[in-house]
T-cell receptor
């Protein structure tokens, strides 16, 4: 399958902004997603963006998409200790098979006081 | 509304044994998916059910894996015989429609499978 790449670790101080980056290789990607996994829990959809959009904002979360560079980022403003989790980037192209999502390996975000 | 539930949460078995994982989707969700995350690697798609039919099983690794969804409700994923490389976290997800954006996947907490 196509590759989705993320850095594995990110550490930030409480109150700072976090930026998690992701690159993908499939130029036909239609939808891009950010999922969050807290310890012992499932995957929670944080945000998604159409490939024809550049930005999507929801409260403290901002998703930026640079389709030309195939680069997706998630910015968390005023990061809190409760934001510590693994963040997965994912993309999908297939509509007929629904959700053959391609995930990255996940970025572990550690928020320190 | 109850979420996607998976059982067991953790299973430890020996190589060569059989394990069956169960997933109960959200009530009314016709679409059910299995994904797997092997340690340190990406979460990989395994297969997709629409009701009781397999819509896409292109991600199933080999014929040691058998997924069923009789009656279109809960699903089971059997691994027989289990091998060491089958260790990982198996996630189940469900959704109402087949278009990700309009009906996002709801994931369960996963089953952590350890094959020794």
């Amino acid at each position: 399958g196509e590759d989705v790449e993320q850095s594995l670790f990110l550490s930030v101080r409480e109150g700072d902004s976090s930026v998690i980056n992701c690159t993908y290789t499939d130029s036909s990607s239609t939808y891009l997603y950010w999922y969050k996994q807290e310890p012992g829990a499932g995957l929670q959809l944080l945000s998604y963006i159409f490939s024809n959009m550049d930005m999507k904002q929801d409260q403290r979360l901002t998703v930026l998409l640079n389709k030309k560079d195939k680069h997706l980022s998630l910015r968390i403003a005023d990061t809190q200790t409760g934001d510590s989790a693994i963040y997965f980037c994912a993309e999908s192209t297939a509509l007929n098979s629904g959700y053959a999502l391609n995930f990255g390996k996940g970025t572990s975000l550690l928020v320190t006081p | 509304e109850a979420g996607v539930t998976q059982f067991p949460s953790h299973s430890v078995i020996e190589k060569g044994q059989t394990v069956t994982l169960r997933c109960d989707p959200i009530s009314g969700h016709d679409n059910l998916y299995w994904y797997r995350r092997v340690m340190g690697k990406e979460i990989k798609f395994l297969l997709h059910f629409v009701k009781e039919s397999k819509q896409d099983e292109s991600g199933m690794p080999n014929n040691r894996f058998l997924a069923e969804r009789t009656g279109g409700t809960y699903s089971t994923l059997k691994v027989q015989p289990a091998e060491l490389e089958d260790s990982g976290v198996y996630f189940c997800a469900s959704s109402q429609e087949s278009t990700a954006v309009y009906s996002p996947l709801h994931f369960g907490n996963g089953t952590r499978l350890t094959v020794t």
